[in-house]
């Protein structure tokens, strides 16, 4: 069965306000439906979320050094999901022009947006393409509506520090045989991912 979670406010806020709203110089509304073509404004940019899709499942995702030099074990899950994109004009050029600049700042941004620092990151354009003029709708005032379908493809994680205790040290005594003195092996943890090294001595 597939497990559906509701996105993280996080990740849906910064992504909503990571996508371009000022195309070729002009501020377009800019709304939010969950239906693509449930909204007659027009120009405008009207953007819905597919459901996220688990792509990995609990498990260590990552583990990133934190200020006191220790390793920080990041366990969670990932997901992909898709966020539509419909650019509405009420003649081609200016949907060309809108739908140009979108892709332009859309593809200037993505490195900006990497998920080990802000834990969502853009991944790959799935669709764009014009939307046939059968296909389109009227606008509220009767006028035909010139549309381009752009889909987004998205990966978050939720996933947080474990806090399980590590072992940071343990010692362990061989003896070769009665009349010997024990060697002593000590295992010692330096990082949490339980990289450890061996260090063997004898007592005397």
């Known amino acids: 069965m ?3 979670v509701p996105m993280p406010t996080s990740f849906h806020d910064g992504l909503i306000a990571w996508v371009p709203k000022t195309l070729a110089g002009t501020t377009y509304q800019f709304i939010e439906t969950a239906q693509g073509f449930a909204r007659p404004e027009v120009p405008a940019i009207v953007v819905w979320f597919g459901n996220p899709v688990p792509i990995v499942g609990h498990s260590l995702i990552r583990t990133v050094r934190n200020p006191n030099f220790w390793m920080d074990d990041y366990w969670g899950s990932k997901f992909s999901v898709t966020l539509f994109v419909s650019l509405r004009a009420y003649d081609s050029s200016e949907l060309s022009a809108m739908w140009l600049d979108f892709i332009r700042q859309v ?4 490195r900006d947006r990497k998920i080990q620092f802000r834990g969502w990151e853009f991944k790959e354009i799935l669709r764009s393409e014009a939307i046939p003029m059968d296909n389109t709708p009227e606008s509220a005032t009767g006028d035909q509506v010139y549309m381009a379908q752009i889909d ?3 990966e978050f994680e ?3 520090v474990s806090d399980a205790d590590y072992i940071r040290k343990a010692n362990q005594s061989l003896y070769v045989n009665e009349a010997e003195t ?5 295992s010692e943890v330096f990082e949490r ?6 260090r063997a001595y004898v007592e005397e």
């Open 182 to 186: 024990p060697m002593t092996i000590v």
């Open 193 to 198: 991912t339980l990289t450890c090294a061996l």
């Open 107 to 110: 593809d200037d941004t993505r």
């Open 158 to 160: 939720v996933a947080s």
């Open 2 to 4: 597939a497990q559906f």
């Open 152 to 154: 987004l493809k998205f």
